[in-house]
Structures are given as C-alpha cells and as structure tokens.
C-alpha cells in the first residue's frame, strides 16, 4: 500500500522540487495550507509522513497518525512539535537546519552593520530634511568593527558563519554556549565566555540558540542592564529569546543602541506591540531564511527525508534522540 505523505502548511511559490523528488517513489502526496489543530487533526490522520511548516503537532495530533509516522518541519527550529510526545507514541520527527544556513548568516550581520551604522536614521534625515543632506557627525559615535567586540549567544551552524563574516571586518568574536568545546571555538578564533560576560562585554550581539524553557527570555531585563550603552543587538534565531518589551524599553530609555529583528515573540507582530514604534530598530518580517537557493534546498532536503521516512530508512536530522 502506498505510503501518505502530507503537507499541511507551507510559504512556496511552488512545489517543484518536491513533487518531483516524491515522484521518484510509489507514495501519494497531498497539499494543504492549514495551522488550526483541528484542521491539522483532519488532514494528517492515518499519514506516514508529515511535513510541517508552522502547523502544531502535539500528542493529540501524534496519535492519529500512522504507526511508525514520520514528522519533518521544513525549517530549522521545531518548536510547534511535542518531541517528547512523538517519541513516547513511537513517532519520529526530524528538521532541516542547514538549508540556508548562508542566507540567515548573512541577513544577520546586514541587519546588525545596518541598525550599527545608523542607516535607517541617516536616510530619514535625508529624505525628511529641507535641504535633502546631514551631517555624518549628528549620528556618532560609530564604531569601527576593527575595535568591536561581537557577541554570539550560541555557536551553532549560522552563528559561526556570522563569525566568519564579521570577524572578516575585523572584529573580535565572543562567544557564550555551555554545549560548546572551547577548543572547537578556539580554532574558529572565537573566545568562549560565560553569558554574563557576553553581555557585558560585547559592542554587538546576536541570538543564535534554540528555543527551549531554558532559553526563553535568555536576554531579559536583567540580561539587558548589565550591557554597555549602544550596545546593537540582533535576533535572527526565535523570537522568544528575547523580551521584546525589555527591549523596546531599553530603546526608549537610550540604554540599548539598536536593534534588528527578524523574528517576533508572535507572528505577525501585533498592532500594539512596542517595539513598532520602538527607536533605532529595524524590522523585517522573518525572511532571513529567504533566497532562491534556501528555498529550492529546503524542498529538497525536505522531500529527500520523506523519502528516507517512507523506506524505514535512517533519518538525516531525527531531533529528540
């Protein structure tokens, strides 16, 4: 009997590359766009293979699925799966996490030297000036990344490819993970601190850590007193690293220099959200992951596990092990 592989959510302009790798095997592929647990319910009862984008898959969800069933997020972090639960009903779920690894990296260092060097500041002045100029002076002090300290919250894939880009500007690259070998990172040139002597240390920060109860809020109130003034902090990981609300309150009392986000503690943004109207900040709406290449390697990468899924083969990135 052929193997059911559903889709229940996804943002591709198409589907190509999956369709065309499922259709090297015998399985039957079925297309969705649905997030709401009841709808998810429905359209993955009795599948063998899952593949979700922001879908929630929980217990409830588990259940109803084929014995031996297989759930992929299309995407790095899997934090809308209950991994616990899957593994406890024999259910496996794995991720992509280095489809475009590249791409994230590079967004994060643009938003980090774009909030940094003032940018969104110095073309309001322009456009919103009478005579259309202003003067470098009025947005110092900048410093150079010959003399910056980076910070990395983690030290995974994307955070040591942020290292690499910066550390070709010439900045010094700190870094905090208590997973981490220090002399992996010593050979990468990267010094690793503890957390609270990344943020007191460091001109520049970014968020590269999973998203767990441990790592929720990892940056806070607290997190965000103990930094320099003008220090730029950017997220590009999960939106609930960071308190957001800390963090517009750190703009607004000139205590945090900048800060570049691309991912939310909720998505899409909420209208009352302070960060909207926050200082120094620059938004952008989850697209660090976004090129030509990341989205035809993460159908690809995607299909090729469902394909291994439906073989009973081993998975390329099972989670939960």
């Known amino acids: 009997m052929s193997k059911r ?7 591709f302009k198409s589907l190509e590359e999956i369709e065309q790798i499922i259709s090297e095997t015998d399985a039957v592929l079925e297309v969705n766009n649905v997030t709401d647990k009841l709808s998810v319910l429905e359209v993955t009862r009795g599948a063998d293979v899952v593949l979700i984008d922001y879908a929630p898959v929980d217990r409830d969800v588990a259940e109803g699925l084929a014995p031996g069933a297989v759930v992929i997020r299309a995407g790095i972090g899997y934090d809308n799966i209950d991994v616990s639960a899957l593994r406890e009903l024999g259910v496996r779920a794995c991720n992509v996490p280095d489809y475009g690894a590249s791409t994230v990296a590079d967004h994060t260092v ?28 009025d947005f110092g ?17 994307i955070a040591r490819l942020v290292a690499k880009r910066v550390q070709a500007f010439g900045a010094t690259v ?3 993970d208590p997973y981490v070998d220090p002399a992996a990172m010593d050979e990468l040139g990267i010094e690793l601190v503890s957390r609270d002597e990344l943020v007191q240390r460091a001109d520049m920060i970014s968020l590269h850590a999973p998203l767990t109860p441990e790592t929720r809020h990892i940056i806070g109130y607290a997190q965000l007193a103990s930094m320099k003034p003008g220090v730029t902090l950017v997220n590009t990981s999960r939106g609930p690293l960071l308190d957001t609300v800390a963090a517009a309150e750190a703009l607004h ?25 926050a200082p120094r900040t620059l938004l952008t709406p989850h697209s ?7 989205q035809r390697n993460m ?23």
Not at 110 to 134: C, F, N, P, Y
Not at 141 to 157: E, I, R
Not at 288 to 294: N, Q, T
Request: with cysteine; charged share 25%.
């Open 299 to 321: 159908q690809r990468y995607a299909a090729e596990e469902a394909v291994r899924a439906c073989r009973g083969e081993a998975l390329r990135c099972e989670v939960g092990l």
């Open 253 to 277: 009392a000139g205590k945090l220099g900048g800060l570049g986000l691309d991912v939310f503690e909720t998505e899409p943004l909420e209208p009352s959200h302070p960060i909207r109207n």
């Open 174 to 176: 700190i870094a905090a």
């Open 288 to 294: 660090a992951f976004y090129s030509e290449r990341s």
């Open 110 to 137: 643009m938003l980090a030297l774009a909030v940094h060097r003032k940018v969104r500041e110095q073309h309001q002045a322009i456009t919103k000036s009478e005579d259309g100029w202003a003067q470098a002076i």
């Open 5 to 11: 592989i559903v889709i229940t959510d996804h943002e």
């Open 141 to 157: 002090p900048l410093l150079d990344m010959a003399d910056a300290t980076y910070g990395l919250v983690g030290s995974g894939q």
